[in-house]
């Protein structure tokens, strides 16, 4: 969903199509705002999300390689990502539809807001494990401008800048940025440019219209997924990616009575990558290794949501509305074995289909929520239910909160067309989940949060051996956990720490899952001993896991503990210089076999402002 123009911090607009959306305080939504992406000073969106808590952020050495993200150990392609409300995941690549974070630029990013769970009942096939709807900056109503640059050790430099404003009665914003990752990580390294903006007209015969739009350009290396990276990798030659990506949304808003609103969604994704890779060398777990290979991939998405808005009674919300998506996908690569063998494949997908959602507040205390979306994709019918009931006891500040839902993941059409591994008559991945939460007001400081979850995945799409690997429905996964954090405000000092416990096992063969620690842990603190200075430290635990590369096979990789350290001083109100350190105590492990971590990374920078 498009976030409201002027949306209030505690709110979270991204659960759910029914007006005022769901409360910050609910265990299972995450927010950061403006203010803590201020204090953090992160180089890049990966570095952004590391703290959420129940997500991994995975990361193959520096920048230039692909960032998969994990929420409660659901592949990385089970996270629906929004970019400002428009669906952004691509069905083409080969990670089964997972969204790229890598490349993807800090410019004018105001609000991240996290929910994690099944959301299919909201947004359809991709929201299995979770949504991510990351905001960007909207136009002002007086003139606000801004610049900042800052450079760093192994070559890091980034510049950006943006203007907002009044355009007679409409309101605008535009946003420019540059970034370089420089090369922390040997062959790790990406360079990008993004433009974005955002305009609000006046109201038109009582309608409001807004749009917003994003389109980055980068280009990146890095050494090959599996092939043992820089320090295990027989093979010296390095990945090239070339990617385009543009978001554009339109929201038109009306209301009709007292009782009824409505809205109409446009949303436009379009992605083009161009990557070319030497390969994986043979080894004695992978004796043909992977092939040299090209890939031109192009993706478009169209998708239009209609949503209607009732109370129809006291205490009653329902929303209740239609939506279209149309998508193209085409690939056009090679694999060399000796000779060029072309993959090429060529999809379309439309899906048609029907939602509704109703809250029912029977008192102050009690609120009972059902919500439920029929798709029909090409013929084929999925319905995604959802039911959750809220209970509150006002006095004490205690908020329980317990729900059952249903989800799935369409095949990606890398997985149906490509003419080496895929197969069309694939199946739809599904889970089901129940969680429970509770969260607790702790006086006039802080809040406490605890939500535990049961989720079973079935028909899952891996990678079937022999002598021509396929992919096929084939495994089923039990993922039971934990999640609990703080946020604590102390007036000049606020800490935000989290712990995570994931179990995700295969019920095949009763093995974990790869790529899955089962502990996570973090605290964000925020100290700001006089107005115009503010320190910020970053604590990041991640726990052992298994991975594994062609090179070595099954590896359990150690835990590792990383800090992060900000400091900005703002010299006069419109001038802040800034000053950071990621990996302060320069911790040496790995996210992926081979792949070492950065080091530590140095910035410095100023910012100045109207």
Avoid: C
Wanted: aromatic share 8%; hydrophobic share 40%.
């Amino acid at each position: 969903m498009n976030a409201p123009e002027n949306a209030p911090e505690n709110v979270i607009v991204t659960a759910t199509h029914l007006a005022g959306g769901v409360a910050a305080r609910d265990a299972n939504v995450a927010l950061i705002d403006a203010a803590q992406i201020a204090a953090r000073q992160p180089s890049s969106v990966v570095e952004l999300l590391r703290d959420l808590p129940g997500v991994y952020v995975q990361q193959s050495g520096g920048r230039g390689s692909v960032v998969s993200l994990f929420t409660r150990g659901a592949k990385p392609n089970f996270t629906l990502v929004l970019l400002d409300g428009v669906k952004a995941n691509d069905p083409t690549n080969t990670r089964g539809g997972s969204y790229d974070f890598s490349t993807l630029d800090l410019n004018d990013i105001q609000r991240v807001e996290m929910v994690r769970g099944p959301a299919s009942a909201v947004y359809g096939s991709d929201a299995v494990g979770g949504v991510i709807n990351i905001i960007t900056r909207r136009g002002t109503p007086d003139l606000q401008a801004g610049l900042e640059a800052e450079g760093g050790s192994f070559g890091y430099w980034r510049a950006g800048g943006h203007v907002s404003g009044p355009i007679g009665e409409a309101q605008a914003n535009l946003g420019l940025s540059y970034d370089d990752s420089g090369m922390p990580v040997a062959g790790s390294n990406v360079k990008g440019t993004s433009v974005d903006g955002a305009l609000a007209l006046p109201q038109i015969a009582g309608t409001s219209l807004s749009f917003n739009g994003r389109y980055g350009s980068s280009a990146a290396t890095s050494f090959p997924d599996s092939s043992g990276g820089p320090r295990l990798s027989v093979l010296r030659t390095l990945d090239h990616r070339d990617i385009d990506e543009g978001v554009f949304g339109a929201h038109a808003a009306r209301n009709l009575s007292n009782g009824w609103s409505m809205m109409l969604d446009y949303g436009l994704y379009t992605r083009s990558s161009d990557a070319r890779s030497p390969g994986v060398a043979p080894s004695a777990q992978t004796p043909f290794g992977i092939p040299a290979n090209t890939d031109n991939a192009r993706f478009t998405r169209n998708q239009l949501t209609w949503t209607n808005r009732f109370t129809p009674a006291d205490g009653l919300d329902v929303a209740a509305g239609m939506d279209l998506q149309i998508e193209h996908g085409t690939d056009d690569g090679t694999l060399d074995f000796g000779f060029p063998l072309p993959t090429h494949f060529a999809l379309d997908r439309t899906l048609w289909s029907a939602f509704a959602e109703a809250r029912y507040l029977l008192d102050e205390r009690l609120s009972l929520s059902a919500s439920g979306r029929y798709d029909n994709n090409d013929g084929g019918e999925h319905f995604s239910p959802q039911l959750r009931a809220d209970y509150a006891l006002p006095d004490s500040g205690t908020h329980f909160q317990v729900s059952w839902g249903r989800a799935y993941k369409l095949p990606s059409f890398y997985a149906l067309g490509n003419p080496v591994v895929g197969d069309p008559t694939l199946k739809p991945e599904d889970a089901e989940t129940v969680e429970g939460g509770v969260t607790q007001d702790l006086w006039a400081f802080g809040r406490w949060k605890l939500e535990g979850y049961d989720t079973h995945y079935s028909d899952l799409i891996d990678f079937q051996p022999g002598a021509v690997p396929k992919l096929v429905n084939l495994s089923s996964v039990h993922v039971r956990g934990m999640e609990t954090s703080l946020a604590l405000d102390f007036g000049n000092f606020t800490a935000a720490p989290h712990v995570s416990y994931t179990n995700a096992r295969n019920e095949l063969t009763g093995a974990p899952l790869r790529d899955v620690p089962e502990w996570l842990a973090g605290a964000s603190l925020t100290w700001r001993p006089i107005d115009v200075a503010e320190f910020n430290l970053d604590v990041t635990h991640v726990g052992s896991m298994i991975d594994n590369s062609v090179p070595t096979g099954d590896v359990t990789l150690g835990s590792r503990l990383r800090t992060d350290l900000a400091v900005s001083y703002r010299v006069t109100p419109q001038l802040k210089l800034n000053a950071s350190v990621e990996n302060l105590l320069d911790a040496h492990y790995e996210d992926v076999v081979g792949f070492p971590a950065p080091g530590a990374l140095v910035r410095a920078g100023i910012s100045a402002s109207l």
